[in-house]
């Protein structure tokens, strides 16, 4: 059975966008983006909600020509991904090998999960709160960016209790710092 990754950069204080939906302050240097491209290399289908959807589709038409290696590789990994968006306000995808669904079921996750042969990728922090109290989630990957922004949108859903196993940090030269953690329920994370 594949595994489901929760994948995200956030503030230390655990945003993903602060107030004004910013996030300028997580952009991936070299040395980041490199361990991102590690991580979803393994990825066969990403499953985003629409905000994170329309934030990574501009993979798609990026011009990767005068782009370097680390950029045109995770440009490669998103368009030759499967994308599943949810959203009840999208009627047409502008990305390939991308479908919309209306709404988000732990069954269909669950089938996907165990006919894939390669990884799922969740995006989104509302998204991402729906698999976590499904307890779909196998391991979680986050990239914290030092610094504190006060408030926003959380990379966690608020009155859930989940326990993780380290796994796996690393830090970077830009301050940031990788912690990389398997859901503690018995289930076998990544």
């Not at 993903?16 to 040395?31: N, S, V, Y």
Request: proline share 3%; with cysteine; charged share 25%.
């Amino acid at each position: 059975m594949a595994t489901l990754m929760y994948t995200m950069l956030m503030s230390l204080d655990g945003y993903i966008a602060d107030t004004q939906g910013k996030f300028d302050w997580a952009r991936p240097d070299e040395e980041v983006h490199t361990l991102v491209n590690q991580l979803c290399s393994r990825v066969g289908t990403f499953l985003l909600g629409r905000r994170m959807y329309e934030e990574l589709s501009a993979w798609e038409t990026l011009d990767r020509s005068p782009q370097p290696a680390f950029i045109r590789e995770f440009a490669a990994i998103w368009r030759g991904a499967d994308k599943v968006v949810y959203s009840r306000t999208l009627s047409a995808a502008p990305t390939a090998r991308t479908r919309i669904e209306r709404a988000f079921t732990i069954e269909a996750v669950q089938k996907m999960k165990a006919a894939a042969d390669r990884d799922f990728f969740i995006g989104g922090a509302s998204l991402a709160a729906q698999a976590l109290e499904a307890n779909l989630v196998d391991v979680c990957h986050f990239v914290i960016s030092p610094i504190i922004v006060g408030g926003g949108t959380s990379a966690f859903p608020d009155g859930q209790r989940l326990s993780l196993d380290l796994r796996d940090e690393r830090r970077f030269g830009n301050g940031m710092v990788y912690l990389r953690y398997g859901v503690a329920d018995g289930r076998r994370g990544n």
